[in-house]
């Protein structure tokens, strides 16, 4: 690892202007720092949001192959950070099974801090979630970016089965599969709100909702490009 070396003195002063200095000696006191490392799941950390919450910005949270599920292991929040959180062989081996019931709601990932492109979810399968917006992501003042994902039989008590995207969010999904998601009220895929939401290259199978099976929009900006829409009901 490369690593960085500080040195340094301390000088400080007092309210009424009398001022010291230490400076170990005439040496300099000093530490060395590694360079930001990618972190491993379950190697450095054994769950999920603990590697996140000890993750630099621009690095890679690797997550193994393996069926992640309990606390720390959904309801994932980036916490504003620029990191990318990345399965090491793709989201058929890597799975965030919530758990959800009715009385014990659970969701895959939160995004809720300002988060951008630059905060990426990559090769991930999200299943039995479940919560009043959102069962398996809900982002809202955040603009992600989630490629290479399944989102598979989770359930939205109202809207966005599988994605809620609300207020100020520019969400950016791509080359996802969306199949058996469901919602009481509306988007079993996909719901948007007052919000920006551009898919490209994903395929919805098998959605159900009340009302826009597959997606749902209101006062917002939605672009699909390339997307495939099979077996959706209302």
């Not at 060395?32 to 996140?52: G, H, R, W």
């Not at 492109?117 to 919560?131: M, R």
């Not at 966005?160 to 969306?178: K, M, N, P, Q, W």
């Not at 098998?206 to 209101?218: E, K, M, P, T």
């Amino acid at each position: 690892k490369r690593q960085t070396h500080y040195f340094f003195i301390i000088e400080a002063a007092d309210g009424l202007g009398n001022t010291g200095m230490v400076d170990n000696g005439g040496a300099c006191f000093e530490f060395t720092t590694n360079e930001p490392a990618d972190l491993y799941v379950p190697a450095d950390y054994i769950t999920i949001q603990e590697a996140v919450d000890h993750a630099w910005p621009s690095t890679t949270v690797w997550v193994t192959d393996g069926v992640y599920t309990g606390y720390g292991n959904r309801d994932i929040d980036f916490r504003g950070k620029f990191i990318t959180l990345k399965s090491e062989n793709g989201p058929q081996y890597c799975i965030i099974d919530c758990n959800a019931t009715d009385s014990d709601r659970h969701r895959g990932f939160v995004f809720q801090s300002g988060e951008d492109h630059n905060a990426v979810l990559d090769g991930f399968t999200v299943t039995n979630g479940y919560e009043g917006q959102g069962g398996a992501v809900y982002c809202i003042g955040a603009g992600p970016k989630i490629t290479n994902c399944i989102f598979s039989a989770n359930r939205a008590r109202s809207i966005g089965g599988a994605i809620a995207c609300g207020t100020a969010s520019e969400l950016l999904v791509e080359d996802c599969l969306f199949t058996d998601n469901t919602a009481t009220s509306a988007g079993a895929g996909a719901a948007v709100t007052d919000a920006n939401l551009t898919l490209e290259n994903c395929t919805f199978e098998r959605q159900r909702a009340a009302v826009g099976a597959a997606i749902y929009s209101d006062n917002s900006v939605l672009q699909a490009y390339a997307c495939a829409f099979r077996n959706n009901s209302c």
